[in-house]
């Protein structure tokens, strides 16, 4: 029943390999494309200068300046004039105009109270920017990392391709030579096949991730890809719990927005109550009469003077629509503050076991794991030179070394991630590579 399985299953492998073999003869890899180098630090410089989501945002705060201005206006006095006619034609009574100004006088310190909201709100823009950037940075990060990873995983895949590519020339020879069967040979070309194909799809996701550091960058270019530099080495920080817990307290900008937003609450609420004070209208002006030539009651030119005030009845004082509008909107800036607070508070301790977690996993392959599957490989193709190994044994080594790899790799990725999220959490930042 083995013979029969091994039988079927070396059939299987064989025909496989000559579905792929007319495929791979035809796929040319590129990877020598057109690079430039980045490093880390002139990226992140980059995505600041250029990022045109980030550019917008930056916009907000020169509209908030803006609204500063807008707040200090004081409302403009009114001209007026006129011309009347006392039936001159007939009743020869006279004739005149008048010319006036009105003008409104804001009272209960309402510009300071417009400047007060514009300024509070001009703080919160920048708080907004603030988190924004950091947001920013740490995705634009991210990216960095996946390029960088991904080409790691390419030049271990290639690595891999060239190895079993040079088995399955030295079993060529041996098949020849009867040392090997031609089932044995047909095997070691499927293996290079197979990761050759792998070679390929990670060729692709390398350049999809060198693709997103130019989108974030706010660049178009497709001639000129994007190498990264680095390596995973510098990701090892040593943290107090507590402490990073105070600092993101201090430092976390969504924090400090909402307790910005908190402030422009209050001034919204003072603004909504200084706006029931009524205003006064003070006006004043100057009417002009002819001379009235009526033979029954003539009178001689004139010029009459007047200045007075108005008073609003403010009947909409009544609805208190506005008032509790912005009285409401300051609870819920209340609320909103301490949602942050324990959400932050849960991310920094998250943040926090997940990096330990990735430290702890780290230390692992400092115990001699990958010089003891690169040993075993070595031991199992020598043997098998020698003909003391079966090829299946040298596969599956091989196999087990390249997962220990990109187990490797993967570990070092999401230790690296794990600290930017940590770094993240608590508000600070000292990411170099």
Do not use: C
Not at 24 to 53: G, P, R, W
């Amino acid at each position: 029943m083995t013979i029969v399985k091994n039988l079927l299953l070396s059939t299987y492998w064989t025909l496989l390999l000559l579905a792929l073999a007319p495929i791979q003869a035809q796929v040319v890899v590129d990877t020598t494309f057109h690079k430039k180098i980045m490093t880390y630090s002139d990226y992140i410089e980059a995505v600041a200068q250029n990022n045109l989501s980030y550019a917008a945002e930056k916009l907000k705060i020169n509209i908030a300046q803006a609204a500063i201005e807008k707040a200090k206006i004081i409302p403009d006095p009114a001209f007026n004039t006129g011309f009347f006619n006392n039936d001159q034609q007939h009743m020869k009574m006279g004739y005149g105009y008048d010319i006036g100004l009105d003008w409104t006088l804001e009272l209960g310190g309402k510009r300071k109270a417009r400047i007060d909201l514009a300024k509070s709100e001009s703080e919160l823009a920048q708080y907004a920017l603030q988190d924004f950037f950091q947001r920013l940075r740490a995705e634009a990060t991210m990216h960095y990392l996946t390029a960088l990873h991904q080409e790691q995983l390419v030049k271990l895949q290639l690595s891999s391709y060239e190895a079993l590519d040079q088995l399955a020339k030295s079993d060529s020879v041996r098949e020849k030579l009867g040392a090997i069967t031609a089932i044995d040979a047909t095997q070691s070309k499927l293996e290079a096949a197979s990761m050759w194909n792998q070679v390929i799809q990670s060729i692709g996701h390398w350049k999809s991730a060198l693709g997103n550091l130019d989108l974030l960058m706010g660049s178009k270019r497709i001639a000129a890809v994007t190498s990264t530099s680095g390596d995973f080495s510098t990701f090892n920080r040593n943290f107090h719990l507590h402490d990073l817990i105070e600092q993101a307290q201090l430092y976390r900008s969504d924090l400090l927005y909402a307790l910005q937003h908190q402030d422009a609450s209050q001034k919204m609420l003072k603004l909504a109550n200084v706006n029931r004070i009524i205003d006064l209208g003070i006006n004043t002006g100057l009417t002009r009469n002819a001379a009235a030539r009526n033979e029954i009651a003539p009178s001689p030119a004139f010029t009459a003077t007047n200045i007075g005030i108005s008073i609003p009845l403010k009947f909409s004082n009544k609805q208190k629509g506005e008032l509790k509008e912005a009285y409401y909107a300051q609870q819920q800036s209340a609320v909103q503050y301490k949602q942050i607070e324990l959400q932050v508070h849960t991310e920094v301790i998250n943040a926090y076991y997940q990096y330990e977690a990735t430290q702890k996993q780290l230390q692992q392959f400092n115990t001699g794991l990958l010089q003891n599957a690169q040993a075993i490989l070595k031991g199992k193709r020598y043997s098998y030179e020698r003909g003391e190994s079966s090829l299946l044994e040298v596969l599956l080594a091989q196999r087990a070394y390249i997962e220990i790899q990109q187990h490797y790799y993967e570990t070092l990725f999401n230790n690296a991630a794990a600290l930017v999220e940590l770094e993240r959490s608590a508000g600070i930042w000292d990411i170099h590579f």
